[in-house]
């Protein structure tokens, strides 16, 4: 499986905490990630394809990998307390995750139910 892996900074902690746990599984997929998320992955010993920062176009470039049917799941760890300035880019890729119907997990719940149904 494919999975795309974003978290604002207000929840990186919480990817940390999810990506550690669930480690040995996620380890078994192909990830990419955007740039801060990527390090994050790293840190917990896991390798993603970096793409650029978030707020540098790494949004947009997920998008662009769920329009062209290259990630089977995103985990998108969305702060709800923060309204960032890239948000049209944070839009768009939601936005084509609901057009491809691509499985999209804002939340640590949704992530967990999602890796145990699919991966
Ligand atoms: O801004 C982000 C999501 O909108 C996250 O970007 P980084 O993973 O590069 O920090």
Redesign the pocket.
Known sequence: MRVAL????GK?EALRAWASKHEVKLAGHDLV????????LSECGLTARA??????G??LHAAHLVATGEVDFCV?F?DPAVH?A?EA??AA?VRLALVHDVPLAQNESTANAVLSALL
Request: aromatic share 4%.
């Open positions: 974003v978290a604002q900074d990186k990630a955007t740039g801060g998320t990527a390090q994050v793409l650029a920062s978030g707020p540098l790494g949004d998108f969305r960032p890239h880019d944070v890729l």
